[in-house]
């Protein structure tokens, strides 16, 4: 299984870009990469995935270098209400549920 | 409003009891995942099925047991519960395993 590991926590301020980092460095293959964010009390929920290079979407940006050993979220100009755990998983992309790692976390605080 | 739903929300168990929490969802796919959440720790597998009809043990699954017998629903027992399976259970599920999953809002299980 790809092991995961990200910062326990990051503080930011409103407006600011945000970037955490996850590593994986045994990767496999067909690993997809695949953030979450997650609310208190709250089911985790989806918000980009990648293999290589970028990917954007309404919410987030996500890099990932040519070794793809580690992957970065970037959250563009923060809010109050992006204060949230982010997770980095990193799947199989065989379509079996069994290689399934989530990371610890990272718990993200937006100040005003 | 398709989803996926867990009940029950909370509950308090006696050491010793079994105990099924309950997951179905609506939107037909294929694979369903229960992870536990405890404090520190992130999200961890504890069974997952890949089909109707197929189960595998996921990164903790010892003392639980997991049924797939139709696609919607895919219950998590606890045969005879300890204090150490207190914890927040997430039911999720996804079109295959590499696809984005969809997560439950959650069973606070609580063992005395």
């Known amino acids: 299984l790809a092991k995961t590991t990200q910062p326990i926590s990051m503080d930011s301020y409103e407006g600011q870009e945000v970037n955490i980092t996850c590593s994986h460095n045994?990767?496999?293959?067909?690993?997809?990469i695949t953030w979450y964010q997650q609310f208190p009390s709250q089911g985790p929920r989806f918000i980009i995935q990648?293999?290589?290079t970028k990917v954007t979407n309404e919410v987030a940006s996500l890099f990932i270098p040519a070794d793809r050993k580690s992957s970065t979220l970037s959250l563009p100009r923060v809010s109050l209400s992006d204060t949230a755990v982010y997770y980095c998983l990193v799947g199989d992309s065989s379509g079996s549920a069994r290689q399934l790692t989530f990371g610890s976390g990272t718990q993200l605080t937006v100040l005003p | 409003i398709a989803g996926i739903t867990q009940a029950p929300t909370s509950q308090i168990l006696a050491a010793g009891r079994r105990m099924t929490l309950r997951c179905t969802q609506d939107m037909r796919h294929n694979a369903m995942y229960w992870y536990r959440q405890d404090l520190g720790l992130g999200l961890r597998l504890i069974h997952y099925s890949n089909t109707a009809g197929t189960t595998g043990k996921g990164e903790v699954p010892d003392g639980y047991s997991v049924s797939r017998a139709n696609t919607d629903d895919f219950p998590l027992t606890l045969a005879s519960a300890v204090p150490s399976q207190t914890s927040v259970y997430f039911c999720?599920?996804?079109?295959?395993?590499?696809?984005?999953?969809?997560f439950g809002p959650g069973t606070r299980l609580t063992v005395l």
């Open positions: 990648g293999y290589k």
């Open positions: 999720a599920s996804s079109v295959s395993g590499r696809d984005t999953q969809y």
């Open positions: 045994n990767i496999a293959t067909n690993d997809y």
